[in-house]
């Protein structure tokens, strides 16, 4: 898979997904929390599946 998420795209992606882990798993989100899988998967893998369906880029290396 080529990487299609750059670095200050990454780290939000990463925050988003542990700050919505967190608050499902100590806050008023509940189960609602576990979407922040998606944002920390696809920020620690370095690829967006929806980003590849859109053509979009951010990764400054090609």
Same mark, same amino acid.
């Given at each position: 898979? #080529?990487?299609? &998420?750059? %670095? =200050?795209?990454? %780290? +939000?992606?990463? &925050? #988003? /997904?542990? $700050? +919505?882990? @967190? =608050?499902? #798993?100590?806050?008023? +989100?509940? *189960? *609602? %929390? #576990?979407? @922040?899988? &998606?944002? !920390? $998967?696809? %920020? =620690?893998?370095?690829?967006?599946? +929806?980003?590849? &369906?859109? /053509? !979009?880029?951010?990764?400054?290396?090609?």
């Amino acid at each position: 898979m #080529a990487k299609n &998420v750059g %670095g =200050l795209d990454k %780290g +939000l992606r990463i &925050v #988003a /997904g542990l $700050a +919505l882990l @967190g =608050l499902g #798993a100590f806050g008023p +989100l509940g *189960w *609602w %929390g #576990a979407i @922040g899988i &998606v944002p !920390l $998967a696809t %920020g =620690l893998m370095g690829n967006c599946p +929806l980003y590849s &369906v859109l /053509g !979009l880029n951010t990764c400054p290396v090609r």
